[in-house]
Structures are given as structure tokens and as C-alpha cells.
């Protein structure tokens, strides 16, 4: 799967960048070297935070990309939270990682993206909680934690994999 990534759900929206998505079984055939710049998707789906805001059916998606990685480029600082927007697009593309625990998040951070969109991530978690049964443990979980000051929570059905 494909995704653009834009920085607003409206019609000005700016397109931010690229994500490629792959299934579990196709990060496992990348060799170590590549797998380091696949984030994992358990998290975001199961926290909320990954929309499909236009989607009629985005329940269905989440579940058909539930233990899958991205490999994402942003390409664009625009709508990146307390920066201010670039003009246009300058600069190398920047691979970009997804939170993988609660509180990873700067302080109003996941409010200012969804609340201008309509969106309760905390309505889209409770909706998203049946499919914590069909996750599995991934690669990445844990690659940024040291980035993060202060306690993080994980969420249940966001579990690392041993060895990676």
C-alpha cells in the first residue's frame, strides 16, 4: 500500500510526504540493514492516532494492516506541531518513525492534530479494541524510547519482538 501524508484535512492541505506500507511477512524477508528504517504499525492503530478521516470503511483497513510496517518520507515541514511551516519544500527527505507508547507524545500534541478534524482518538481506540487479539509482537517497538524524557505506558496488544 501507498499513502500520502498531508498536514490538514482540508482542501489547502499541504502534501507532506510518502509512506509505503508492507505486511509482517514481507518486513521479515528484508535483510537487518533495511528493517531498521521500517517503523511498526500496531501502536498507531491501536491508539487512535493512525486516520483515514475520508475512509467510509477505515475500521476494516486498520484490521487488514494490523502488524504491518511503513517506511515513511516526510518531505515538507508543514503543520508539524509548535514549528513554523517551511514555505515549500526544501531540504533532503527525512525518514520519519511513529510513536509506539502512550505519553511518547509532546503535551497537546495528539489534541491539536485531531480536534480541528473532528476526530477522538480516544473514541477510534475503544472502537480499534477487538483487534488487539490479532496482533503480534513486532520489530521497532521500542527503537526511539530513548528519545522520550519522562514514564511512557505501553498499550495492550503493542508488544516488542525479542530479537530484533
Known sequence: MQ???????APD???TGIEYIIPMEAFEQLPDEEQQYWNPHNF???????TLPAAKNELKIMENKLNSYGKTFHLWKAGVY???????????????WSFNHLDEAKDG???SVYHGMGISVEQKQKARKD???QT????G???????????????KGVEPKEGC
Open 141 to 155: 517497538v521500542n527503537a526511539i524510547a530513548d528519545h522520550f524524557k519522562g514514564p511512557t505506558e505501553s498499550l
Open 3 to 9: 499513502c500520502i501524508l498531508y498536514d490538514d484535512n
Open 44 to 50: 498507531e492503530i491501536l491508539s487512535g492516532q493512525l
Open 109 to 111: 500534541l495528539i489534541e
Open 82 to 96: 509548535e514549528k513554523e511551516d517551511e514555505k515549500f519544500p526544501v531540504g533532503e527527505p527525512r525518514l520519519a
Open 136 to 139: 503480534k509482537p513486532q520489530c
Open 131 to 133: 483487534l488487539i487479539l
Open 13 to 15: 492541505a499541504k502534501m
